[in-house]
């Protein structure tokens, strides 16, 4: 896939149904009438990965006050998962989407720069999506920090 299709706001978000690290079923309608937070990231337990999760990990509880379900997805199997959760203390689903169905739905896989390279992988990715449309579409996020400026974009404060 050389050309990304990027979603926008106000687009209705790509259903999906995908598996979290313990084999358990978890859909995007599971969390209709509530706003979802669903961030793409390239491998589990990777040092950027990792930033990000704890980042998230560490704001869940201000993130889940303010309204906020969060879900991580990678193409990681189960197995990785699981480790990543339990390694990491992370308390909120990592799913799992192998076959990278949802990655391209959401515009979240193909060619990026790396290292000044132009490879094709996952594209570290935010949505916050509320009633199943997206409010807010971020490509290309910054491990560090991104939770922080999400925090910010949506108004709830640290």
Do not use: W
């Amino acid at each position: 896939m050389s050309e990304n299709t990027r979603l926008t706001a106000g687009e209705t978000a790509p259903t999906f149904t995908l598996k979290d690290q313990d084999g358990t079923d978890v859909s995007l309608a599971d969390f209709a009438g509530h706003k979802t937070i669903v961030y793409f990231y390239p491998a589990a337990s990777t040092p950027g990965c990792t930033t990000e999760a704890c980042d998230f990990r560490d704001n869940i509880n201000s993130l889940k006050s303010a309204g906020y379900q969060v879900l991580g997805v990678s193409k990681d199997e189960l197995p990785a998962l699981k480790k990543f959760r339990d390694e990491q203390g992370l308390n909120f689903p990592l799913l799992s989407d192998p076959d990278l169905a949802v990655h391209t739905a959401y515009g979240a896989y193909g060619e990026k720069s790396l290292y000044g390279k132009t490879v094709t992988g996952t594209i570290r990715s935010t949505f916050v999506v509320e009633d199943g449309t997206i409010v807010l579409p971020l490509y290309n996020v910054k491990a560090t920090g991104h939770v922080a400026s999400l925090r910010k974009r949506l108004g709830i404060d640290s």
